[in-house]
Every structure is written in C-alpha cells, then in structure tokens.
C-alpha cells in the first residue's frame, strides 16, 4: 500500500510542477505545518521531494505506516545521504523562512554543491490554492466553527470580564473539535485560540500583526485584558478554528446593551463591504482591489479613522488560510495575488470606535469558479447579550 | 524613569558577563521568549545589548513606556544603525536557533564586519539561573498550579474520554490565570496546554521530544486520542502550568476504580525516586547523576522496560523550566550541567503500563543554597477518581 493517499499525490505534483518552473531540482520539508501539508503527518524527520519522481520521507521516531518503498527510517537526518544522492545536487530548496538559522546550516550541510533557495514562499504559493481534501476539510471546520457561534448568547453572565466570556468560548470550542493550538506563519506571530475585544481595549496596539490587537496580559500581550463587560459596548468575538487540521476564521460583533447608532452604522457599512467588495469577488480579481475598495467604502462613509484600528491601523483586510491562520494571499494595497478558484480568505472589515469596542464581521470564503462562497454563513447583525 | 525595572538590569548585567567571558561584543535579541526575559515585555522590533553599558530597545510599534534614552522607535530594525554603530563591531550573538534561517540573514547584515555567535546557547545558560523576580513569578504560577489540580477529581464524570477530561482541566487551568500559550524551545516542539494520558495511548509513540506521547490527533499527533476513561485504568495529568509569565510543570496520576498491584508498586517507586534522588540532591549534584540514579532505581525494581515510556523512551528524566517548559538543563545521561542554586527543574521518573496507562508523578523544585525545595506541593497518592 502507498504511503501517499491520492490528494497528496496531488500536492507533490504541485510542488514539483513549481520545482520545474523555477529549475529548482529538489525540495525539502521539516516544519511540522508543511510536514501536514505534504502526507498529512507530523513527524520528527524531513520530507525530500524532487523535481521529478517519488517523494521520499525519513522519519527518526517510530509511527506506524504501510510498508512502503518510500518511508525510511533514520537516527538522524545525516543518513538520507545513503538513501539520495544528495551531494550531486546543484539547487535545493529548504524552508529558510520556517525552520531556524541553525536548522538552515545542517541541512545544507547535506547539500554541500547546492544553489540555495526559499522553500518556504514555494510551499505558501503551493498552499495557497487549495485541494479537494483540503476544502473538505475546511468545509467541515467551518460548519463546526458556525455550530459553536451559535452557543456563544447562552455563554454570557452579568459581571463577566471579556477574558472570562473568552474562556467559556475556548470551552465550547474544544467541545465542538477544535485542537486548541495556534499555528501562525512567521517567528513573531503568537497568539491563544483568538481575540475577544471590548471597550477601550479593541483599540489597543499590540506587537503582534493581526488584524486587531488588544494589550493582553504581559506574557501575550493581545487580546482580551480583563476589561468588564459594560452596559453600552460591544464584544467582537473573532475565536479562530481548526476544527479539525485546517482553520477557518470568523468574526460576529455582540453588545452589553443598546451601542450607539454610530457603532450600528459601521457594523452595517462591515456587512456592506462583505456585500460590495467580497462578494462580488471573481476570480482574477486582485487582492489589491479588494483592499482599495474596501478602504474606499470606509472613507466614503467618513469611517477611514476606524477603519481596522485606530492608533494602529492594519494595512489589509484579509488573508488567505488553511494550515495556518495567517496564508497567501494578503488583502492589502501591495499584493499582487489574483484571486483563483480554490483560495480560501477571511475577509475582516472592521471598525474601532473608541470607548465602545470593535464591530464589524468576518467570514471565510471559498473562491469558486464564478464568485466566491461563504462558508461561514450566520446571522450578521449585532446580538445583544442581555437579549438572548 | 528607566525603561528596565532593577530585576531586568540584573539580568542584562549577568548576560553582559557571560558576553564578557566569551569575547562576544554584543547581543541581538529578536525572540518573543527573551524579549520577555531581557525587558519583560514582547515588542515588535529588538534588544541591543552590548558587552558594556546600557541596552537599547528598537520598537517597531507604539507601546507604552516611560520617558527612557535607551527604548528607540523604528519603521525597520535596519535603522539601529541611525542609533549605533554596528558596522565596527567584530563579533555579535544573534538568536541562531530561535529565529529563522531569513531573520538571521536579515540582521546580520547590520554588522557585515562581524563574527556570527549563538545568542541562544548565550541566552538559555542565562536563564537556567533565575533572578529573584523570576522565582517570585514561578512560585506564584506554582500555587495556582496547585490550586488547579485539587480541582481535577471534581471534574471527572462517568463516560468521559481523556478529551473530555482535560478539556475541563484547561478550564479551570484558565479561570486560574493560566495565558494557555504554550512556549517551547525548538521549532518542532508543540503542545496545547499539557497532555492527559489513560490506558494504551500512555505508550503511543508521538514525533515531538516530550517525556512521554500519546497520540493525539492528526494535527498535534501528542497526549489525549479519544481513548475512553474505563475501570481499571490511570489517567496520567501532565498539564502544564504558565499561570502569568513563567511555567511550573506537575503532573499527578488519577484512577478510575483499582489498579493491579503492579501499578501502584510503580507509581510508589516514582515517589520513592523523587524521595531518594531529587529530594536529596544539592548545589553541585549533577544532572547526570540525576538521571542515572533514577535508571538505577527502576532497574533494581525491575521496571526499566516502563521507565519513561515503552515502545519509545524518553533519555531524560526532568528539565529546567522558566519562560519556556523545556529548558536547561536537561537531566540525561549525558548532561555536563550541575546544580546550582536558582535552578528550578520538573522532576518526572514515570512508568508506562501497557493497557493501564502511565504512573508516577512529577514535581517542580527549586534548587537552594542547601538542597531543593518542591514548588509543587500536593498528595501524591493515586486519587481514585469514582471515589471522590
């Protein structure tokens, strides 16, 4: 039996095709993510994937597999040298962006006549447009994902502070499947579960270079604070999935109370924007349009000094995800990513009004042949908690 | 008003010396992990730290500081140069295993002149020697710690799987200050919250460098699978602490109904391991010793093929632990480090038993000027969970 089920085949293919173009002649994948990505196993040991052939996979621990010609065993990643001619090689890629500088060095001791180049903007160009398994596997995270959005009202207590409204979520999604661990590109990126913001906080920078911030705690300085949940805020829940191995991310806004008819008017200008902008999305729509339209809408409606922040604003409006929350493509002014068939985003407009917190909405779409689909459809308006 | 309160200054002074010792001129630190250390914050940017006089501070994003000559804000880490002349120096320490092989490339342009050092060996000999606000943090994260566990028995229910279980632990974890991240050190490492274990999947075998395995799911192949909690089984809590900054690590071991006999004979030798070996140790004990001493009191008693694992075995039996849950030193055989006063290590010889599950507990010690103190303090006996 093949070590490899099919919807791999088929990411290999892409990687190789990828290979090919850039006349890159080998690939070689050691991060626990890409590792998912390539067999859909985490294991302690390298994937080595050439241009042309059978990908090969050197596992250092035992885990049990189908008797295969192309798993191997090894004490430590040296030994794929009596496996692979690896010194003939004349390029490789390694993942220079994902696996540490000393990690980098011993790897490419193994290749010592090898042009070097960054197998890490090769895998999230791969990773980018997804597979069929990959989507199914989206879609059902995603249904989950809705699933526990409904039980957040009957979460809600008087006296509650936003990081206990949080803990109660976090509860409900490890009930509904979520595996709890956060994976994030880039060696800065933290964060636990989500973000739930209210008040003062929702507009509090944080070091961390997500959509919104929140001062956190001193270990992990985003998100919630601590602040009270107070008559007259909003509490904008934007607890990330993975439900499963893929994320899927969403965002709904609920309030303490009536807000005011300014928080009413930019939640609705956010649902606007996912109406206008996302929804009309095509493939060959350029994520740079997508940014400038929506920016334009918020400055249209006078909403640009709130548009994603307000003493810190987010350059983009969206991101591309699947194994890790943060993927290509970027919704920001810069990108120069087309939409295709099979990219899945979070789009996030969102709006901090100082005082009352966060509004807006977020949902993750799928991009199809001929626009793009919401795989997070749920009730969009603002839910008053004292209401349910 | 100074930017580092005096406890930061004292471990800036002891990484100066050690920069000293080595003839390395200057330290760059990046790290989310000993950004907190260097200055108790994470910022978005770094920390410049020469082999004399005062570090510098580049912010790459607002955040709120006293008046300070030595924090600086940036648009790019390339404008320290603007700051200080990194041109001339010779030698510099960059964070070669924490950061990415293309940070690493990045910064080290800054000081085109300069021989590249390892920051991480630097920084994590620093810190296996806590300051005094390190240990006033640790004891309080380890009095909640505590707290929590006395909660756990009140949290069984008859049906649940381990999932089910430790996902009402990671609640209580959370209501008592736990930030859930969870920081390890190497970029392969990854665990949510802790690892729960019961029956069969105690000696599963998992990718990731942990004490024991589990294994896990298809995402985070470690700890609980769904293994239902049935008679006759130990349920092994391994959840660790990070109750604010720092982490404790303790684990206890639950039943559900009796065990066999030979569990409870393995679980005392656990107790008497703790009692015999880590409870008599001092200052200059080393951690090999450590190690082979415990090896020694399983193989007496007959349990070496349980120690610490079955199929896989783990080569250490206890770790410093601080900021991060894996840190020096490691108690293994080959371990050149000894005790010192200001270490605190998780002690935790554990016996797998097939079937049953996994025995034994773990504690966190302080290491003091005459021996250790145990941070971790609580009964030790397998509590009966149908028994509360």
Not at 11 to 20: A, E, F, M
């Amino acid at each position: 039996m093949e070590f490899l089920q099919p919807d791999y085949r088929l990411r290999i293919t892409k990687l190789q095709s990828l290979l090919q173009r850039q006349g890159i002649e080998a690939l070689v994948v050691t991060s626990n993510v890409n590792l998912l990505y390539v067999c859909g196993e985490v294991f302690s040991g390298l994937a080595f994937i050439p241009q042309e052939g059978e990908a090969q996979f050197f596992l250092r621990r035992p885990q049990l597999h189908p008797e295969s010609t192309t798993v191997h065993y090894v004490r430590k990643i040296e030994q794929i040298t009596e496996h692979i001619d690896t010194a003939s090689l004349r390029s490789v890629a390694l993942e220079l962006d994902e696996q540490s500088y000393s990690d980098i060095q011993r790897q490419r001791k193994l290749f010592p006549e090898a042009e070097l180049h960054n197998a890490t903007a090769l895998l999230r160009e791969a990773r980018m447009v997804k597979t069929p398994l990959e989507l199914e596997q989206i879609r059902e995270g995603a249904r989950r994902h809705v699933e526990t959005y409904k039980i957040i009202p009957s979460l809600y207590r008087d006296g509650m502070t936003d990081r206990d409204l949080q803990i109660e979520i976090e509860r409900e999604m490890r009930w509904h499947g979520s595996i709890g661990l956060f994976r994030c590109f880039g060696s800065a990126m933290e964060i636990f579960m989500g973000s739930l913001l209210t008040g003062d906080n929702a507009g509090a920078p944080s070091p961390y270079d997500f959509a919104l911030g929140g001062a956190g705690t001193q270990a992990l300085p985003l998100g919630a604070n601590g602040t009270p949940l107070r008559q007259g805020q909003a509490v904008m829940v934007d607890m990330a999935g993975n439900y499963g191995v893929y994320y899927s991310d969403m965002t709904r806004t609920y309030s303490i109370g009536r807000l005011t008819d300014e928080a009413y008017r930019l939640h609705e200008l956010s649902c606007a924007i996912h109406r206008e902008v996302m929804q009309r999305a095509i493939p060959g729509t350029s994520c740079a349009a997508l940014y400038n339209d929506s920016l334009h809408m918020a400055e249209e409606a006078g909403a640009l000094p709130y548009f994603m922040g307000t003493e810190l604003q987010a350059q983009f409006v969206g991101h591309g995800l699947g194994l890790q929350i943060n993927e290509l493509p970027v919704l920001m002014g810069r990108s120069k990513d087309c939409l295709q068939p099979g990219m899945v985003i979070a789009f996030e407009p969102k709006f901090v009004l100082p005082h009352i917190g966060a509004v807006g909405i977020e949902n993750t779409y799928l991009v199809t042949e001929t626009g793009v689909e919401n795989l997070t459809p749920a009730p969009e308006a603002i839910i008053d908690l004292t209401q349910r």
